[in-house]
């Protein structure tokens, strides 16, 4: 499996970052979450939205799915097939939501809509999934994807981590944050069991600006810390 880091950002200016997307690869082309920047990156990546296969969801704040209109848009314009999403229970009503507003959109756009629970399975291709419901101010889901963690955002908790040993994960709050619906590293320490490998993302200024700490932190606790930038590539 390979893993295109295409937003690592949050939903405030940052470093020039894009907002919080991935896209994974082996016999499909997957992107997870499309918050703005996505599209953009994607293209940098050297990929087009026509050649993607699905749409993964973990909620829908808009740092995480603001580009999914775009992305069906475009798609559209271009004459590409129908894509399905999978994204948390509340997802049709959302978009069609979301479609309202645009209503010379209705009808255009050629997408399926599948809504996941928590403790549900699915595949996509080669790709074996496992959502895991989370601790966020809305419905939110991570997923497991052949054993990789991609956390979307939560409070870190123990059960969120069993069978996984490296995650991609949000680090949303610096030492001493409130981590109530987001993580902060003593929040992450705490609960992240065996886990052996993070690779962060979704940080906001003072975290980012203290991610060296953070690691440090971290790596004392047996736990090998990244700080991916937008782009950045992973093979797993």
């Given amino acids: ?105 209705m009808g255009k756009l050629s997408f399926k809509v599948r809504e996941v629970g928590g403790g549900e399975r699915f595949s996509i291709g080669n790709f074996r999934f496992e959502a895991r419901r989370t601790v966020h101010s809305v419905e939110s889901l991570g997923y497991v994807v052949d054993g990789l963690l991609i956390s979307g955002d939560t409070s870190a908790f123990p059960e969120l981590y069993e069978g996984v040993d490296a995650a991609i994960h949000e680090m949303s709050l610096d030492f ?7 993580t902060s590293p003593e929040n992450f320490a705490e609960n992240a069991g065996e886990l052996k490998r993070a690779y962060f993302i979704h940080l906001y200024p003072p975290a980012y600006r203290n991610r060296e700490e953070i690691a440090r932190y971290l790596e004392r606790r047996g736990i090998a810390s990244f700080f991916p930038n937008d782009l950045d590539t992973l093979e797993l």
Avoid: N
């Fill in 1 to 105: 499996m390979r893993v295109t880091f295409l937003g690592t950002g949050v939903a405030v200016s940052l470093e020039q970052k894009a907002q919080q997307s991935l896209l994974i690869e082996d016999d499909r082309l997957i992107l997870i979450d499309c918050g703005f920047g996505s599209m953009l990156r994607l293209q940098q990546a050297g990929y087009d939205v026509t050649e993607l296969d699905a749409i993964v969801l973990t909620h829908f704040h808009l740092d995480h799915c603001g580009e999914l209109m775009g992305i069906l848009k475009a798609r559209w314009l271009s004459g590409a097939g129908r894509i399905d999403i999978y994204a948390p229970e509340g997802a049709s009503s959302f978009i069609s939501s979301f479609l309202s507003s645009s209503p010379y959109l």
């Fill in 176 to 182: 001493g944050g409130k981590a109530d619906f987001h």
